[in-house]
Nanobody, 115 residues
Framework: QVQLVESGGGLVQPGGSLRLSCAAS????????MGWYRQAPGKERELVAV???????NYVDSVKGRFTISRDNAKNTVYLQMNSLKPEDTDVYYC?????????WGQGTQVTVSS
């Protein structure tokens, strides 16, 4: 069994920054892909950023140049550095990891961008 614990969400003013963390624990041999998604009420969950085991990254167009995904394999942790935040970035953010053929989700952390 794998557990994911997210942290780092909160309230920030437009133009501010936040750093999300997601730590995985449990029976883990190799984490393949790690990613961050976000979801607003009544909307579908959207992929924000993904990083492969080799370090390749991909981002949704709306966050390119503002968000950076990274991972620490020794700690089984994935991060999302969010800069120049906008009100439209307000959502619940979920981390997601793939271990073998299984997908695991974090509990979600609220990010609110408001003045």
């Amino acid at each position: 069994q794998v557990q994911l614990v997210e942290s780092g969400g909160g309230l920030v003013q437009p133009g501010g920054s936040l750093r999300l963390s997601c730590a995985a624990s449990g029976t883990i041999f190799t984490i393949n892909r790690m990613g961050w998604y976000r979801q607003a009420p009544g909307k579908e969950r959207e992929l924000v950023a993904v990083i492969t085991s080799g370090g390749s990254t991909n981002y949704v167009d709306s966050v390119k140049g503002r968000f950076t995904i990274s991972r620490d394999n020794a700690k089984n942790t994935v991060y999302l550095q969010m800069n120049s935040l906008k009100p439209e970035d307000t959502d619940v953010y979920y981390c997601n990891i793939r271990v073998g053929s299984s997908l695991y989700w974090g509990q979600g952390t609220q990010v609110t961008v408001s003045s």
